[in-house]
């Protein structure tokens, strides 16, 4: 049950804080959060002058809320006819980002407006909830 | 004109040459300044300006927000006025870029802009509409008027006479076009696998199509009227540090058939990306069915399936023998540029 922030346990689970403040909860067995806000856990430009995102701090375990959604996006060309996707993947019962490389790294000579972001999986269980407006639902996949 | 925008130290950028009523030349161009540069991205605010044979350079007002980047005008005049089309975003709030319109009886009573497509090239001149993607494709479409087809909307139904020009391998950084011959569009870009810069110039009318050079190197981001040519040329380190320059020793045109005309169809391809991640081996989640609004991708998922067979499609063999390929299961074909995929499960980009 690794998570980052102060926690409270009840008989059902843990409910703590995110390092943003936010709440989330735990089962018992800490294996998936009954709570998901979508949120932008990085964010970054990379251009030819400062090509390579760093991403291992976000890397290991209390990343990310628990059984949550990663992706790695572009966010300047988030059109519809786009796919400005650049990675994904699951997040792990211990909040690890399964599979985020270390680093990302631009070939495109201009600004890339780059975001880590963190997806729920929506009511239905069908589809995943992403922050901010590009692309912001999706359907689920298995990691 | 090249003296009158270079009064200080400040960058210029994206020379777009036309002629006023009175036949004299009008230089619109992108200015930035030191204040202008962002340590913290290493990048730089541009701004649009215009400067004439007999008027001093100035701002050219868009009423959008200090911190977005305005670049890629281009410009032209009937009996309403001027009629000015430039792209911008990068603001930090919502950075996604568009092609944006402002019309008015002069320069300096342009209405406020108008957003008419989502994306970071392109430009409108008269019913005429060219947009770039931000690799290997370049879109053009006869408008019959308002409102501009949106990307969602059925390509198939667009107006007849559209193109779109693939120049595969490639990342589009501007597609512009010659304002005393609007049917000859200038296409900058760079190549993927050695970062060459080049400018195509293509003629829509006869399908010629030349590699542009001044003074021996690409004419990056040039503009041509008569005989008048302007160019960016690179200064230092950064790429963006670049001045309006004019050649010293003309410009000189390569026959090339680097770009390949068809008209635009519903069988969309995934072709390589703009960036590429590093690092480990990345995960490729099992049963992708990540959907959008994206009519491309609707279309890709739409496709007929590739017929199954027990093990891997030889091609994606071929495609690991590629020196920079990638491997995903959906590949069915690719090496240096166009990758088709075979989509129920696209792969996010990066990942084959």
């Known amino acids: 049950m690794a998570t980052a922030g102060k926690a409270r346990l009840f008989k059902t689970g843990k409910r703590s804080l995110r390092s943003n403040a936010k709440a989330q909860l735990f089962t018992t067995s800490g294996r998936c959060s009954e709570c998901c806000t979508p949120y932008v856990l990085a964010s970054a430009v990379t251009n030819s002058s400062n090509p390579t995102w760093n991403l291992t701090p976000y890397q290991g375990p209390g990343k990310a809320t628990p059984c949550s959604f990663w992706r790695l996006i572009e966010t300047g060309s988030c059109y519809p006819g786009a796919y400005p996707w650049y990675g994904a993947g699951c997040v792990d019962s211990t909040g690890r980002l399964v599979n985020l490389p270390n680093s990302f790294t631009s070939r495109f000579s201009y600004n890339g407006y780059m975001q880590l972001q963190i ?6 269980g069908t589809q995943i909830n992403w922050p901010g407006t590009c692309q912001n639902l999706t359907s689920v996949y298995s990691c | 004109m090249i003296e009158k925008i270079h009064t200080d130290d400040a960058m210029t950028h994206m020379p777009f040459l036309t002629a006023d009523a009175a036949g004299r030349t009008i230089l619109f161009y992108c200015r930035s300044g030191r204040e202008d540069w962002d ?3 290493r990048s730089r605010r541009w701004k649009l300006w215009v400067a004439g044979e007999d008027d001093p350079p100035r701002r050219i007002a868009t009423s959008l927000g200090a911190d977005v980047c305005e670049c890629s005008p281009t410009a032209w005049r009937d009996e309403q006025g001027w009629h000015v089309t430039f792209v911008a975003g990068g603001a930090k709030e919502n950075p996604r870029f568009h092609l944006y319109r402002m019309d008015g009886p002069d320069l300096d009573r342009l209405g406020a802009p108008v957003a008419v497509y989502p994306t970071r090239t392109g430009f409108v001149r008269g019913d005429r509409l060219v947009y770039g993607e931000m690799e290997n494709l370049v879109h053009v479409r006869r408008l019959s008027g308002y409102p501009i087809p949106q990307p969602s909307d059925d390509p198939v ?16 950084y501007r597609v512009s076009y010659r304002a005393d011959a609007p049917d000859t569009l200038l296409i900058t870009g760079q190549q993927q696998t050695d970062d060459e810069v080049f400018t195509l110039e293509y003629d829509l009318a006869t399908s010629r199509q030349h590699l542009i050079e001044c003074d021996g190197r690409p004419a990056y981001k040039c503009t041509i009227l008569g005989d008048q040519v302007l160019y960016a040329h690179r200064l230092g380190e950064h790429f963006e540090t670049r001045r309006i320059t004019a050649p010293t020793n003309g410009l000189s045109r390569h ?5 390949l005309a068809h008209r635009p169809t519903t069988a969309v391809s995934i072709i390589t990306f703009a960036t590429a991640a590093t690092g480990p081996a990345q995960p490729q989640p099992a049963a992708t069915t990540v959907t959008t609004t994206s009519a491309a991708l609707a279309t890709i998922e739409n496709a007929p399936s590739q017929p199954q067979s027990s093990g891997p499609d030889p091609r994606i063999s071929t495609c690991l023998s590629c020196p920079d390929s990638r491997a995903c299961p959906n590949v069915t074909t690719c090496c240096g540029g166009q990758v088709e995929v075979n989509i129920t499960t696209p792969c996010p980009r990066g990942r084959w």
Do not use: H, K, N, W
Not at chain 2, 157 to 172: K, N, R, Y
Not at chain 2, 255 to 259: E, L, M, N, Q
């Open chain 2, 39 to 41: 340590e913290v991205t």
């Open chain 2, 255 to 259: 026959p090339t058939s680097v770009g």
């Open chain 2, 157 to 172: 139904s667009q107006p007849s006479g559209d193109i779109d020009i693939e120049l595969a391998g490639t990342f589009i």
């Open chain 1, 119 to 124: 997806g729920c999986r929506s009511a239905s």
